[in-house]
């Protein structure tokens, strides 16, 4: 035996003598060591750095060895959460807490308001319409009989100016594909005409309604077609994408379709990448049939939102404006010097842009703090929505012709509200407001300010109840994102009510990489920055602890999607600060993530180990590559599903594989594993309540002291 080679066997053999022989869970609960999982080693050489993979052959789902090893898993983690006693209790809490008439906000067209709604005993939203704002709510699209398990949702794509036909999708799961159906509204009955299921970025029907303008993405990019009513699907007509004046569109050329509230103009908006660093804006006249698509704004490395009134375009840009502002562009002024500032930049971040009754509603925030001022189309400012309290509020939506507006308010501790607003008179009503066994006035939501790792000040919202107690010994659970430009502002939660109800502190800090104080504040938490966004989220937690809210046992982190990388990096980084992890559909192998589903359109984001230059940073804090024999983890919790068609789960396969041989505390590492569940909402409510309720159940187990 050559001597190297023994001297890495007997390190193994005495790293897996060390490990532990039991697994021990919070209260008492024991498990055997978690199932071993077979290594395939597979070697290669990436800019001159050597690689091994050694669980490579779980990124392939349908083989018969990963179905085998997610059944295995999945047992593993059942077993577990059969020993969690709270866990019926959270369950039962859970239903009363979400299974509560719920609705979205509507769209009003020819006199006639269309809504998502659910009732309390129902599985999924369905379609209603009203006959005028106060009418009685009818049945268009029944959700709940579209399939045996109920795990079919459905979504209001576009409905006719007169109101009489109905545009909607269909999905399984929480999968981000949906098949698009037509429904005539009088006779409530699907037209023969049907789109495929696939990943579509705007679906319009035609002012004739003849036909319907739609964006299919395919593996060359997505491209915007015209499909008549009634004529086979392979003779629909290339409106834009492939290439626009010379130009390749490919992969990364993201566009999105939809017809202006007047329906002049076909809007096509080509956003390159996610978050889009380069959004172009084109137009088609539908008075003239035969017009070609025109610049708008093309070739300008920013962000643009417009909104339409005539045959001008009212747009929320960060041009020139990192906290955005809002310029006016009258058709076919494709100079930017022709463009005309209506509401300037200042301190606060512009993050939302609505037209509705001959106003403009701009939504910004203060200190990640909603605030939505009314402006003349002069740039007059002549009022301001008042909120209740800290909270997150929608854009206000509505007609640019009509004086109906509605907006939702939410918070922490306080369910979705709808309100009708009326733009003429600023008179305000509720249009909809569950009826939550939930008490706000038992609660308090604050907001601090700590100091991150190189001075930088982080806002965190701070909710409880009333009192809670701030011994060090409280159970708290600390969520983040911080990427994508996405604004985290509090928002209603079931998940995060039964946690507060239990006594337990809920924190959430606005992480750099989000968007709360504009493209700066994004800047600094992407590419090689972002170590930044990972050290906020540390500093986040030890804020908490020094200021005895919590401790690092009773210390609960949860985080998807690109918050999962922000979990795999406190898992990898600093486990020491947390008793328990919930890493939900996250991305965890930065190497290899942009060969998977979508995931090339996040190299905007996060750059790609296939650039020489952006493979170092990439590597150092790549949480799979950050994996260590012989590191002690808190107990984490790996969630994920088939049906995620975003984050391919072979992230967390392949994490949770190497964190269950690696981990040499006696912590549990355990995988959940849905076949039904995916990276977008639409399960059931059952198998909602089901999700979340095993979470909970894991993070409070591990993280208090019964």
Known sequence: MKPLLAIVLLAMCLYAA??????????????????????????????????????????DAKSPDTRAWIDTQMKYTESYLSQVKIRPEIA?????????????????????????????????????????????????????????????????????????????????????????????????????????????????????????????VNDQGS??????????????????????????????????????????????????????KRVDVYAKDLRQPSSPVKKI??????????????DDFYVSTDYQAPNYRVIKIHFGDTDPKQWKTIVPEGKDVISGISLVGGKLFITSLHDVVTQTRIFALDGKQTGEIKYPTLGSASDMSGRENSDHAFYSFQSFISPPTIYHYDVKTGATEVFARPNVPFNADDFELKQVFYTSKDGTKVPMFIASKKGAKRDGKTPALLYAYGGFLVNLTPVWSPRIAWWMEQGGIYA?????????????????????????????????????INEKYTDAQHLAARGGSNGGLLMGAAMTQHPELFGAISCGYPLLDMIRFQNFLVGKWWTSEYGSSDNAEQFPYLLKYSPYHNVKPGMKFPAVMFTTGDSDTRVDPLHARKMAALVQHDNASDRPILMHYQTVSGHSAGVSVTQEVSDIADDLAFLWNETSTN
């Open 92 to 216: 039962e809490r859970l239903s009363k807490l979400i299974k509560v008439e719920e609705y979205s906000t509507p769209a009003e067209r020819g006199g006639k308001y269309f809504f998502m709604k659910r009732l309390p005993e129902e599985n999924q939203s369905s379609i209603y319409v009203r006959d005028g704002i106060h009418g009685q709510d009818q049945l268009l699209v029944d959700a709940n009989k579209m399939s045996a398990d109920q795990n079919t949702s459905v979504t209001i794509d576009d409905i006719s100016q007169d109101g009489s036909l109905l545009v909607y999708g269909d999905r399984a799961g929480g999968a981000d594909e949906e098949a698009v159906h037509i429904l005539d509204v009088a006779k409530k009955q699907d037209l023969a005409d049907s789109l495929p299921s696939a990943r579509y970025f705007g679906i319009s029907l035609s002012p004739d309604k003849q036909g319907i303008y739609y964006s299919k």
């Open 223 to 276: 491209i915007v077609y015209y499909h008549k009513l009634g004529a086979p699907s392979a003779n629909d007509e290339l409106i834009f994408g492939k290439e626009f004046e010379g130009e390749k569109l490919g992969p990364m050329d993201l566009i999105g379709v939809g017809i202006t509230d007047n329906q002049r103009y076909l809007l096509i908006y080509n956003s390159q990448g996610v978050p889009a």
């Open 297 to 310: 704004i093309h070739g300008i490395d920013n962000r643009f939102n417009p909104v339409n009134i005539g």
């Open 18 to 59: 060390d490990k532990p022989a039991q697994v021990k869970g919070g209260n008492g609960i024991t498990l055997p060591p978690p199932p071993a999982t077979e290594i395939k080693p597979v070697a290669e050489m990436i800019h001159g750095v050597s690689i091994t993979d050694n669980y490579r052959w779980l990124e």
């Open 508 to 544: 959430q800090p606005n992480l750099r990489g989000g968007g709360e104080y504009g493209e700066k504040w994004h800047q600094a938490g992407m590419f090689e920055h972002k170590q930044n966004v990972f050290d906020d989220y540390f500093a986040a937690a030890q804020y908490l």
